[in-house]
């Protein structure tokens, strides 16, 4: 069973800087692709970073310029810095590997940026 935990969030004021972890394990298999969403509550789940196998990358336009997502396949580890956060980047991260058999998601990471 594939298991992934995120560590990194916390509160930062606006114009700071977090960096969230993502660590995978329970499985051989890369993913096809491994990425972060967010939520807020009474919001749908929405997509702020996804990388694939061949690196290439995808941003939400709320954070293009902002955020980067990385990876350390040796490790078995994603990354996201985030840059530049905003009052409206306060959400719950969740960490996501991608297979061909399904999508894993892990627990969460609250970030919570003041003004």
């Known amino acids: 069973q594939v298991r992934l935990v995120e560590s990194g969030g916390g509160l930062v004021q606006a114009g700071g800087s977090l960096r969230l972890s993502c660590a995978r394990s329970?499985?051989?298999?890369?993913?096809?692709?491994v990425g972060w969403y967010r939520q807020t509550p009474g919001k749908q789940r929405e997509l702020v970073a996804v990388i694939d196998d061949g690196g290439i990358t995808n941003y939400a336009d709320s954070v293009e310029g902002r955020f980067d997502i990385s990876t350390n396949n040796a490790k078995n580890m994603v990354y996201l810095q985030m840059n530049s956060l905003k009052p409206e980047d306060t959400a719950v991260y969740y960490c996501?590997?991608?297979?061909?058999?399904?999508?894993?998601w892990g627990q969460g990471t609250q970030v919570t940026v003041s003004s």
């Open positions: 329970g499985s051989i298999l890369r993913p096809n692709a």
């Open positions: 996501s590997a991608t297979y061909y058999r399904g999508t894993y």
